[in-house]
């Protein structure tokens, strides 16, 4: 790895990956990923049309082994707080979120980015020549940039090393299940009723797995979200659970529709 860059990404998701493949063409790029790749993150893993079709204007069709099943998705329904569903009907593909940003990633790199992961950016200091960015793995060591591209995600530390103001957050739990549920496993089933969370509450299917989410401000609350949407579902859609496999909470930024 150099120490010097035209252009220096911080982070391997999709963010970062996608500006990777596209400067690289023309500058000497580096992503730094503060995690080892290839790295799972919680996720719903819908990629709607209109993703789908960007993807594969850029590169080849996404690969099966980045998919799971059912493999094409039939949209989102949504259900108001009175319990009134509506269809969006969409053709998208259902995707692992380890498998899929790894994919993007080896884009970013075939195209001639530098990537180095196991990598965290701590530190950045603006200079007359760009941005010294202090970066920590088995080391402590610098390298030089003249431009820095923040695509750290919502966890990411890059605004307060800005002194950008942050960015509101709520918290996700999802759990996944072996369970049985009148559903159509092609399809995403929002719930935007307050009774289960303060933004909306989800089921959705991945592999032979029922994934089970909800949203709140704190995890606790999440959790508790999550136990009253079990209940329900079990009267609603005859939800019923054969073996909890496992769970898992993350950050979303609080995005006012
Ligand atoms: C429960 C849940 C379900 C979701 N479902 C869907 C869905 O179905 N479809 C959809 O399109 N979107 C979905 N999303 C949203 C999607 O996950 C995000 O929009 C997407 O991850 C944003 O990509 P990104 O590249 O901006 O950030 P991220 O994917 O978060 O990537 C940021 C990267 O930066 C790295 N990083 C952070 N700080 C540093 C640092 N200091 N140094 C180096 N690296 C650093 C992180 O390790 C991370 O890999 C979901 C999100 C959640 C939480």
């Not at 059912?70 to 569903?85: A, C, F, K, L």
């Not at 530190?123 to 390298?143: C, M, R, W």
Request: hydrophobic share 35%; aromatic share 10%.
């Amino acid at each position: 790895m150099d120490k010097q860059y035209d252009i220096t990404i911080i982070g391997a998701g999709p963010a970062g990956s996608m500006s990777a493949y596209n400067l690289a063409k023309h500058f000497k790029v580096l992503i730094v990923e503060a995690h080892g790749l290839p790295r799972n993150k919680s996720c719903s893993g819908i990629l709607i049309k209109k993703s789908v079709d960007i993807l594969e204007k850029y590169f080849d069709n996404i690969p099966d082994n980045v998919k799971c099943t059912p493999y094409e998705t039939n949209g989102i329904t949504i259900i108001d707080e009175y319990m009134v569903p509506r269809d969006f009907p969409d053709k998208g593909l259902n995707i692992l979120r380890d498998k899929f940003d790894y994919w993007l990633v080896q884009h970013a790199i075939k195209a001639g980015a530098d990537l180095i992961d196991h990598s965290r950016v701590v530190k950045l200091d603006e200079n007359e020549n760009g941005v010294t960015l202090t970066i920590k793995s088995d080391s402590v060591y610098k390298i030089n940039s003249k431009i820095v591209i923040a695509c750290d995600g919502v966890s990411g530390t890059s605004r307060i090393m800005t002194n950008t103001p942050k960015q509101n957050k709520l918290v996700t739990y999802q759990k996944y299940y072996n369970a049985r549920a009148s559903i159509d496993r092609s399809k995403f089933y929002a719930y935007i009723s307050k009774n289960f969370s303060e933004y909306d509450s989800w089921i959705n299917t991945k592999n032979n797995h029922i994934v089970v989410g909800t949203i709140a401000k704190t995890l606790t609350k999440s959790k508790y979200f999550h136990n009253q949407f079990i209940s329900f579902l079990r009267k609603e859609i005859n939800f019923e659970i054969i073996k909890e496999i496992k769970d898992e909470s993350w950050y979303i930024p609080l995005v006012i529709p």
